[in-house]
């Protein structure tokens, strides 16, 4: 469609040029600079990163990351591992030393007990021990024959007053059932004899008639 020889036509060198291009830079900085945002460098040779390799470049770091990761981990573990070897050598030294110098306190211990006259004192000492810990024992022996002599007495005792008073349960039932038969016993006769009665009276009543 022809345009008019006088229309207003839109150009875009008038509107993407260098100066155009600078402006816009210095304005929108201006207006993103409260956000942080910085002007780049005016006449850079710097391009734009394309998004392929934006990702590649990150996936790039995240692998250097982790394998920077792996070996940290590595080194942890060998330093966890010579940690724990050398605390143990430790406590196998002390542990050593410690018997070494107990053997070393009991040998001086004997040494001097033997050049004294205090070993046999302590074997006097021991000897009453053990004779106190006999008699001990021997009290504890007799004590437990004592408890189950008047355990064996009172089971006796309790079973033969179970024995007197289920007898006296089985006697006191047997009399009771005796007596309740003779009741009824009674009463049967006493019903007896009351419908006999009133025959007789019947019959002397039709008598007379």
Same mark, same amino acid.
């Given at each position: 469609?022809?345009?008019?020889?006088?229309?207003?036509?839109?150009c875009?060198?008038?509107? $993407?040029?260098?100066?155009?291009?600078?402006?816009?830079?210095?304005?929108?900085?201006?207006?993103?600079?409260?956000?942080?945002?910085?002007?780049?460098?005016?006449? =850079?040779?710097?391009?734009?990163?394309?998004?392929?390799?934006?990702?590649?470049?990150?996936?790039?770091?995240?692998?250097? $990351?982790?394998?920077?990761?792996?070996?940290?981990?590595?080194?942890?573990?060998?330093?966890?591992?010579?940690?724990?070897?050398?605390? =143990?050598?430790?406590?196998?030294?002390?542990?050593?030393?410690?018997?070494?110098?107990?053997?070393?306190?009991?040998?001086?211990? *004997?040494?001097?007990?033997l050049?004294?006259?205090?070993?046999?004192?302590?074997?006097?000492?021991?000897?009453?021990?053990?004779?106190?810990?006999?008699?001990?024992?021997?009290? *504890?022996?007799?004590?437990?024959e004592?408890?189950?002599?008047?355990?064996?007495?009172?089971?006796?005792? $309790?079973?033969?007053?179970?024995?007197?008073?289920?007898?006296?349960?089985?006697?006191?039932?047997?009399?009771?059932?005796?007596?309740?038969?003779?009741?009824?016993? *009674? *009463?049967?006769?006493?019903?007896?004899? =009351?419908?006999?009665?009133?025959?007789?009276?019947?019959?002397?009543?039709?008598?007379?008639?």
């Open positions: 469609m022809p345009q008019k020889a006088n229309a207003v036509r839109l875009a060198d008038d509107v $993407l040029n260098r100066d155009k291009m600078v402006g816009y830079h210095d304005s929108y900085a201006e207006v993103m600079g409260k956000y942080g945002l910085k002007r780049g460098v005016r006449g =850079s040779d710097a391009r734009h990163t394309t998004t392929t390799q934006y990702y590649r470049n990150i996936k790039r770091e995240t692998e250097r $990351l982790q394998n920077c990761m792996k070996l940290r981990q590595s080194d942890v573990e060998e330093a966890e591992r010579l940690l724990k070897q050398t605390k =143990s050598e430790i406590n196998t030294e002390k542990l050593q030393a410690a018997k070494t110098e107990a053997k070393t306190a009991f040998v001086s211990k *004997i040494g001097s007990l050049g004294s006259g205090k070993l046999k004192e302590v074997e006097q000492h021991n000897r009453k021990l053990c004779e106190l810990v006999t008699d001990r024992e021997q009290y *504890i022996d007799e004590l437990h004592k408890i189950q002599r008047t355990e064996d007495s009172h089971s006796k005792q $309790l079973d033969e007053m179970q024995r007197k008073h289920q007898s006296e349960v089985a006697n006191l039932e047997s009399k009771h059932s005796t007596e309740v038969t003779m009741l009824n016993d *009674i *009463i049967r006769k006493a019903k007896r004899g =009351s419908r006999c009665w009133r025959h007789a009276c019947k019959w002397k009543t039709c008598a007379g008639r």
